[in-house]
Nanobody
Framework: QLQLVESGGGLVQPGGSLRLSCTEP????????IGWFRQAPGKEREGVSS????????ETADSVKGRFTISRDGAKNTVYLQMNNLKPEDTGIYYC?????????????????WGRGTQVTVSS
């Protein structure tokens, strides 16, 4: 079972940027599709962006399209979520998830392995 670790969250003002990282200390993420999800208090977990094993295919939710970019660095065994022009509605706990599939998905039930999350708060 993978032990995904998210980092990079924090408090940022509206319009600011953060870069989240998702890594696995022991096992290679090379053979896994990765998704980023977020959950705000009282709301369901929603898919934000996903990337295929090769990195050649990505999906991004309409709510963050043009502001968030997902990428992966095989040498660092890390998947990133670059978040620009952050808005208060982007506040929540951000999770990364992994699945051994050649496809990608923004559906939470697609993924079997989950990290513990990192808090992102957008507030002035």
């Amino acid at each position: 079972q993978l032990q995904l670790v998210e980092s990079g969250g924090g408090l940022v003002q509206p319009g600011g940027s953060l870069r989240l990282s998702c890594t696995e200390p022991q096992f290679s993420l090379e053979y896994y599709a990765i998704g980023w999800f977020r959950q705000a208090p009282g709301k369901e977990r929603e898919g934000v962006s996903s990337i295929s094993r090769s990195g050649g295919s990505t999906e991004t939710a309409d709510s963050v399209k043009g502001r968030f970019t997902i990428s992966r660095d095989g040498a660092k065994n890390t998947v990133y979520l670059q978040m620009n022009n952050l808005k208060p509605e982007d506040t929540g706990i951000y999770y990364c998830a992994a699945d051994q599939s050649s496809l990608t998905s923004l559906a939470p039930n697609f993924y079997l392995n989950w990290g513990r999350g990192t808090q992102v708060t957008v507030s002035s």
